[in-house]
């Protein structure tokens, strides 16, 4: 299934790619995406660069995107998934050598498939305990990057209250000092 990162920057690299030769400014395909303000900048980098990273696009000069007319693959995750459902059973080795994944990414994958009720895991084999036809989401993994994202963004608030408080005693520490 696609992530809304996923179909943002879908439609990120078909406005690259309707820019034709000359290629597109970035901040031009900020305002095409409806992403006119600066914070939206770094959002709309990170896509430029995973396609950048995919080969579908190549920066011409600064600022200045083309596409460079290569198909996405697709991810990792939706290729130890037709591997499962057309073999039946992987183990994380299968995963590892036929999908490409790390050995975590693996394990992890079979691991969630298990917690889902998908699979059943037999002696280092998960076996497909039902087929649903689509790739489940791994709601428990989104949860927990998002409490990640959350405390992330917690503790960098704190950080900076923690460096304000600390710029402002050296202020009143100079302040006394010069009396």
């Given at each position: 299934?696609?992530?809304?990162?996923?179909?943002?920057?879908?439609?990120?690299?078909?406005?690259?790619?309707?820019?034709?030769?000359d290629?597109?400014?970035?901040?031009?395909?900020?305002?095409?995406?409806?992403?006119?303000?600066?914070?939206?900048?770094?959002?709309?980098?990170?896509?430029?660069?995973?396609?950048?990273?995919?080969g579908?696009?190549?920066?011409?000069?600064?600022?200045?995107?083309?596409?460079?007319?290569?198909?996405?693959?697709?991810?990792?995750?939706?290729?130890?998934?037709?591997?499962?459902?057309?073999?039946?059973?992987?183990?994380?080795?299968?995963?590892?050598?036929?999908?490409?994944?790390?050995?975590?990414?693996?394990?992890?994958?079979?691991?969630?498939?298990?917690?889902?009720?998908?699979?059943?895991?037999?002696?280092?084999?998960w076996?497909?305990?039902?087929?649903?036809?689509?790739?489940?989401?791994?709601?428990?993994?989104?949860?927990?990057?998002?409490?990640?994202?959350?405390?992330?963004?917690?503790?960098?608030?704190?950080?900076?209250?923690?460096?304000?408080?600390?710029?402002?005693?050296?202020?009143?520490?100079?302040?006394?000092?010069?009396?």
């Amino acid at each position: 299934m696609n992530s809304p990162k996923n179909n943002l920057t879908e439609r990120i690299y078909q406005a690259v790619a309707a820019a034709g030769p000359d290629g597109i400014r970035s901040r031009d395909l900020a305002w095409m995406m409806d992403m006119p303000c600066a914070n939206h900048k770094k959002h709309l980098t990170n896509r430029l660069t995973d396609l950048m990273r995919a080969g579908r696009v190549e920066r011409i000069a600064r600022g200045i995107y083309r596409a460079t007319g290569k198909k996405a693959a697709p991810n990792t995750r939706e290729v130890m998934w037709r591997i499962l459902r057309a073999r039946g059973r992987a183990d994380v080795s299968d995963l590892m050598e036929l999908a490409g994944a790390s050995e975590n990414y693996a394990r992890e994958f079979l691991q969630s498939l298990t917690r889902q009720g998908v699979t059943k895991k037999v002696r280092g084999v998960w076996y497909l305990a039902e087929d649903p036809v689509h790739l489940p989401d791994d709601t428990q993994k989104a949860a927990r990057l998002k409490r990640i994202r959350e405390n992330k963004k917690a503790a960098f608030a704190a950080a900076d209250e923690a460096f304000s408080a600390i710029a402002r005693m050296r202020m009143a520490i100079a302040e006394m000092e010069e009396e």
